[in-house]
């Protein structure tokens, strides 16, 4: 079967008659919605773009833009003047234009683009009710995080030069692929929010939902939280454990889908699977059985993100390669894994990332570079026991350094298991 691209439409009436059914399809919305232009003045402005742009000449196309910019005016008066709801109507006028352009993309062979702009706006005519409610329910803070968000993913990623650079001279050259770091620094970010959506939405219907996707974010957050309401509420330790649990799944999760997702072109990790899936099954059996489920907490979340805490985190990642790598090549493989292990104290995803970056680039080996993500893992666990300690709850902090510990070992084990 031909794709979209393929179709023959290098036929002159074949791109008229798809010009107007995609223009009629734009115009159903306006249409049912008994605005000025529907669907014969949507239809007719796609004939009208498709048209110029066959007769090949420039300055007809853009007089026709010309024309549906004044039609768009001219709408807008009347909706004013009729006391339209939407004021000006600038939707629909803008619509016109979109309209006109997508004849102009059928009749310039793209037809593929044409279709994909036409469904896309459809979709922002028709979720109008869904998306005005959507942008008033954020907060200042939630509004400042997906621009944030945008800045970071559609204007910073595009502009970094793509492959990688060499840093340093000699024996102390290390090699950075920039696009990659930031990418990962994306991906981290959008965990956030879409971690932030869940727990806002269902943190107060269970543990299980606040200990796990607070896990994708932090799970040193979680620790945090847990910490504070043990302080409140000393009978819940069972549950708090069970979040803590949880938060080591997530973060095992995220580790093993970083280790996969990003080594596709230069051969999978598959290494990881056995030990890190371990650790995420151990931890869900272990919550399973050390909680009630019945107690639900909720964990109140200030914004998605925070740009400064990605940005950091970004810096973390370049300085973790610069110092896995120069470890690595000035005292072989230990020096990066007594790295990865450290660096897994502060951020397990960061040494994690390192270690991918190090295996894409060539110093290390599938072996060394899932090692040193177990290290990574195993030292972001270690740590979230040690934060307990720091509570006045000894009880809890004891549950959680114990059940940490037979999380460890049986992981270990499965994976001795698997080996032979």
């Given at each position: 079967?031909?794709?979209?691209?393929?179709?023959?439409?290098?036929?002159?009436?074949?791109?008229?008659?798809?010009?107007?059914?995609?223009?009629?399809?734009?115009?159903?919305?306006?249409?049912?919605?008994?605005?000025?232009?529907?669907?014969?003045?949507?239809?007719?402005?796609?004939?009208?773009?498709?048209?110029?742009?066959?007769?090949?000449?420039?300055?007809?196309?853009?007089?026709?833009?010309?024309?549906?910019?004044?039609?768009?005016?001219?709408?807008?008066?009347?909706?004013?003047?009729?006391?339209?709801?939407?004021?000006l109507s600038l939707t629909t006028s803008v619509s016109l234009l979109v309209a006109y352009g997508v004849g102009v993309l059928v009749a310039s062979e793209f037809p593929l683009e044409a279709v994909t702009v036409t469904v896309l706006s459809s979709l922002l005519l028709v979720l109008k009710r869904e998306l005005h409610?959507?942008?008033?329910?954020?907060?200042?803070?939630?509004?400042?995080?997906?621009?944030?968000?945008?800045?970071?993913?559609?204007?910073?990623?595009?502009?970094?030069?793509?492959?990688?650079?060499?840093?340093?001279?000699?024996?102390?050259?290390?090699?950075?692929?920039?696009?990659?770091?930031?990418?990962?620094?994306?991906?981290?970010?959008?965990?956030?929010?879409?971690?932030?959506?869940?727990?806002?939405?269902?943190?107060?219907?269970?543990?299980?939902?606040?200990?796990?996707?607070?896990?994708?974010?932090?799970?040193?957050?979680?620790?945090?939280?847990?910490?504070?309401?043990?302080?409140?509420?000393?009978?819940?330790?069972?549950?708090?454990?069970?979040?803590?649990?949880?938060?080591?799944?997530?973060?095992?999760?995220?580790?093993?889908?970083?280790?996969?997702?990003?080594?596709?072109?230069?051969?999978?990790?598959?290494?990881?699977?056995?030990?890190?899936?371990?650790?995420?099954?151990?931890?869900?059996?272990?919550?399973?059985?050390?909680?009630?489920?019945?107690?639900?907490?909720?964990?109140?979340?200030?914004?998605?993100?925070?740009?400064?805490?990605?940005?950091?985190?970004?810096?973390l990642f370049f300085l973790v390669v610069v110092a896995g790598g120069l470890a690595a090549s000035q005292f072989g493989t230990a020096g990066f894994y007594v790295t990865a292990a450290l660096t897994g104290l502060v951020s397990s995803a960061g040494a994690t990332t390192s270690a991918v970056l190090l295996y894409r680039?060539?110093?290390?080996?599938?072996?060394?570079?899932?090692?040193?993500?177990?290290?990574?893992?195993?030292?972001?666990?270690?740590?979230?026991?040690?934060?307990?300690?720091?509570?006045?709850?000894?009880?809890?902090?004891?549950?959680?350094?114990?059940?940490?510990?037979?999380?460890?070992?049986?992981?270990?084990?499965?994976?001795?298991?698997?080996?032979?």
């Amino acid at each position: 079967m031909q794709s979209l691209a393929q179709l023959p439409l290098d036929s002159e009436v074949a791109q008229v008659v798809l010009a107007g059914a995609l223009g009629l399809f734009l115009g159903l919305e306006r249409e049912w919605s008994h605005k000025s232009a529907g669907i014969r003045t949507f239809s007719l402005t796609s004939l009208l773009g498709a048209v110029f742009t066959i007769v090949d000449v420039e300055s007809l196309v853009v007089v026709g833009g010309a024309l549906v910019i004044v039609q768009g005016v001219l709408v807008a008066v009347q909706a004013m003047l009729d006391d339209d709801i939407d004021g000006l109507s600038l939707t629909t006028s803008v619509s016109l234009l979109v309209a006109y352009g997508v004849g102009v993309l059928v009749a310039s062979e793209f037809p593929l683009e044409a279709v994909t702009v036409t469904v896309l706006s459809s979709l922002l005519l028709v979720l109008k009710r869904e998306l005005h409610s959507f942008a008033w329910g954020l907060s200042r803070a939630e509004l400042r995080s997906a621009a944030e968000f945008a800045i970071i993913a559609f204007v910073v990623y595009p502009v970094l030069p793509p492959g990688g650079y060499e840093i340093g001279t000699g024996g102390l050259a290390v090699t950075v692929e920039p696009r990659v770091i930031w990418l990962l620094v994306v991906t981290v970010a959008g965990i956030g929010i879409v971690n932030y959506a869940v727990v806002q939405t269902y943190g107060s219907r269970g543990i299980a939902v606040t200990g796990f996707f607070g896990g994708l974010a932090s799970s040193t957050a979680v620790v945090g939280a847990m910490l504070n309401h043990v302080r409140q509420r000393p009978e819940t330790r069972s549950y708090a454990v069970a979040a803590i649990l949880l938060a080591d799944a997530a973060m095992a999760a995220r580790n093993l889908t970083i280790a996969l997702a990003f080594t596709l072109e230069s051969g999978l990790l598959v290494g990881a699977v056995v030990p890190l899936g371990a650790v995420i099954l151990g931890s869900f059996v272990i919550a399973a059985l050390t909680a009630d489920w019945g107690e639900n907490l909720e964990m109140d979340l200030e914004s998605p993100f925070s740009l400064r805490s990605v940005l950091g985190f970004g810096g973390l990642f370049f300085l973790v390669v610069v110092a896995g790598g120069l470890a690595a090549s000035q005292f072989g493989t230990a020096g990066f894994y007594v790295t990865a292990a450290l660096t897994g104290l502060v951020s397990s995803a960061g040494a994690t990332t390192s270690a991918v970056l190090l295996y894409r680039g060539g110093p290390l080996t599938a072996e060394e570079a899932v090692l040193a993500i177990l290290l990574a893992t195993a030292a972001s666990i270690l740590v979230k026991a040690g934060l307990t300690f720091g509570g006045p709850d000894r009880e809890f902090a004891t549950r959680v350094a114990a059940f940490s510990t037979v999380l460890l070992v049986a992981a270990a084990a499965v994976t001795a298991v698997a080996t032979l």
